[in-house]
């Protein structure tokens, strides 16, 4: 594929003159410069580039355009123990695997198409009361989680999780999303009926507060319209075998239950937060349930995931 760059000047003089015309072949550029330019692109650009010649395909994929779709502080949190060929190489390892920082604590990742930072804060980094009193909550490993340990929850009448996070560690002129992610177990309960209070802010002020239910049956009962059937000794739908009615769910509420993750794991959206690269101090994210008084357990809290909104 050829391409090429016109030019148009204008003839002077005596009324004579006219338009000229001519080209440049972008490939006769040199390769650095032709990198410099493709830099200012984005890597679903770069992959595209590629495809126009030997000479582009070079370029894109040279480490002077891969190390600019980076996190300027990369280098500070890839281990000692992991190398790579080349910063695409590394760039598309950080989109496919997270790796874990801060001593475990924390796992960073990129996602693909922006390379915006994805960070998930461990249970272990989470302030969760009654967190170290085995009655209400247990320390255990399992599997699934790419931490060394999660948190069970036994029994609790007050429930209360909060994270918090540099804001500096955030990709600039980023929208964030914030997600508790967690696990129900067989048998978990006191979720279904009382909602909890969920935020994002700026640690020390006030953020926007609102209701989610961690109960993922609940979500799907109401996306799907069923509900148990009555147990009444008058009621007519037991005899007839029949479910009664659920009233719909109001608009924008499908956001208020669970959703299954890729991974497996269930996540609950807390918030969003727009980092615009000048804000100090550290964001705080919350779930809160400590109104009903009732008690309740049954989950497995892995942690608070921030990722960029899609």
């Known amino acids: ?34 990198a410099t330019v493709i830099s200012f ?14 000479t582009f395909k070079s370029a894109s994929e040279s480490d002077a355009v891969w190390e600019s779709f980076l996190p300027s ?10 190398s790579f060929s080349s910063k ?35 249970a272990r980094d989470l302030f969760i009361v009654w967190g170290d009193t085995p009655t209400y909550w247990r320390w255990i490993s399992i599997p699934e989680s790419r931490f060394e340990e999660v948190a069970e ?60 239910y961690l109960d993922a049956a609940r979500g799907l009962r109401q996306r799907y319209q069923i509900a148990p059937r009555r147990i009444g000794l008058f009621s007519r739908s037991r005899f007839l075998g029949l479910q009664a009615p659920v009233p719909p769910a109001p608009a924008g509420a499908d956001d208020q239950y669970p959703k299954t993750r890729g991974d497996g794991w269930l996540e609950i959206e ?20 400590v109104d009903g008084g009732h008690w309740k357990g049954g989950l497995i809290v892995q942690g608070m995931e921030i990722r960029p909104c899609l």
Request: proline fraction near 3%; glycine fraction near 12%; hydrophobic fraction near 40%.
């Open 1 to 34: 594929m050829k391409s090429e760059v016109s030019e148009m000047g204008s003839g002077v003089g005596g009324g004579g003159g006219g338009n000229k015309y001519g080209s440049v072949n972008l490939t006769d550029l040199p390769q650095d410069c032709i």
């Open 41 to 54: 692109t984005s890597p679903q650009d770069a992959c595209r580039l590629s495809l126009v010649s030997a």
């Open 73 to 82: 502080d990369h280098q500070a949190s890839i281990p000692s123990s992991l």
């Open 88 to 122: 695409k190489e590394l760039y598309l390892s950080l989109c496919e695997n997270h790796i874990l920082i801060d001593g475990g604590r924390k796992s960073l990742q990129l996602e693909r198409v922006s390379g915006k930072k994805v960070y998930m804060l461990s």
């Open 153 to 212: 929850l036994i029994n609790v009448c007050w429930l209360e999780i909060r994270g918090k996070i540099a804001i500096s560690m955030l990709s600039p002129m980023t929208r964030y999303k914030a997600c508790l992610v967690f696990k129900a177990i067989a048998g978990a309960y006191g979720f279904d009926f009382q909602p909890a209070e969920v935020s994002v802010s700026i640690a020390g002020a006030e953020g926007c507060k609102r209701t989610v």
């Open 270 to 289: 807390l918030g969003e937060f727009f980092n615009d690269g000048s804000i100090d101090g550290e964001l705080e994210m919350s779930v809160m349930e």
